[in-house]
């Protein structure tokens, strides 16, 4: 099968908070696959995964999601796994998984090659997201499927306010360093102007507390990105934030995750972004 993606020069990425490929990384984004592959494996079996099938994922991480897409598009199909540090993307045993190194944002893609497209945890990274989602759609075949999975905190407003303002705070270094943690509620409108036709739109909210998965993840990821927070959380803020989920204390809400599925139509038509 021919690869979707030309020949390219090389182009430099663009440097990441969360890039490292160390144990603590490789750990985190485990937790983060064990906690998010079940919905995310749910959007996409929805989107009508099947035999046959061109999958393409964006920021692979680990690669449990090509993995699994790799078995449920069998022999017939083909999935390639994409990310920016093929670090984690090593041991995937596949003959119908193809590992690539791809920045999203320079790399190339060739109009209508996918049937599949999905990333997860990726756009909200990056400053051109919308760009991107246009780039995505044109590289889907026709009743193509791009899904899309991105956090929003907006869910965090549920918290305690010690809850919240961290959190602000946290949304606010983000801004600095052109994250969006409150993407995911703009996604619909962004696949829709790409010119697909949204077949599925829905957020669920974990609630986290001492000791659960979901409290080792945020406090992992605030540790891995300590550096360079200082400049923007005051220590008390922080402390704040490692307290909230002691022992006897109330399941704290965590951000949202939205995920939107959207289809390649005859009727509708791309409006590129400003």
């Given at each position: 099968?021919a690869?979707?993606f ?6 430099a ?12 990384e490789?750990?985190?984004?485990r937790l983060?696959?064990r ?9 996409l ?5 099947r ?13 449990t999601?090509?993995?699994w897409?790799?078995?449920q ?6 999935v ?8 984690f993307?090593?041991?995937?045993p596949?003959?119908?998984?193809i590992?690539?190194?791809l920045?999203?944002?320079s790399?190339?893609?060739l109009s ?10 990726l756009?909200?990274?990056?400053p ?8 995505l759609?044109?590289?889907?075949a026709p ?9 929003d ?5 549920f918290g ?9 705070a946290?949304?606010?270094w ?5 994250i ?6 703009k996604?619909?409108?962004?696949v ?5 036709d949204?077949?599925?739109?829905s957020?669920?909210?974990?609630f986290?507390?001492e ?15 300590q550096?360079?927070?200082?400049p923007w959380l005051a220590?008390?803020l922080?402390?704040e ?7 006897g ?26």
């Open positions: 099968m690869s979707a030309p020949p390219e020069d090389a182009v990425a663009p440097p990441y908070v969360f890039a490292g490929s160390g144990a603590g490789r750990d985190r984004l983060l696959a906690l998010l592959d079940p919905l995310h494996q749910r959007a079996q929805a989107a009508g995964m035999s046959g099938l061109r999958c393409l994922e964006l920021g692979s991480g680990t690669g999601i090509s993995a897409m790799a078995d598009v069998g022999a017939d199909g083909q390639t796994a994409t990310d920016i540090n093929l670090s993307l090593k041991d995937l596949r003959s119908n998984l590992v690539r190194e920045d999203v944002l790399d190339e893609m209508g090659a996918f049937d599949v497209i999905t990333c997860r945890a756009l909200h990274h990056l051109q997201w919308e760009s991107v989602v246009h780039r759609a044109g590289a889907l009743n193509g499927v791009l899904v899309l999975i991105e956090p905190a907006g869910a965090a407003l305690e306010a010690k809850h919240q303002r961290f959190w602000s946290w949304c606010r983000g801004q600095s360093e052109g969006d943690f409150r993407l995911g509620h996604l619909p409108r962004a829709r102007l790409a010119g697909l949204l077949r599925e739109t957020i669920e909210v974990p986290y507390c000791g659960s998965p979901w409290s080792d993840l945020y406090r992992s990821t605030v540790e891995a990105a550096p360079r927070l200082d220590p008390d922080v402390a934030f490692k307290n909230s989920s002691t022992v204390g109330d399941p704290m809400c965590s951000f949202g995750w939205v995920t939107v599925c959207g289809q390649v139509t005859a009727n509708v038509k791309a409006v590129q972004p400003q």
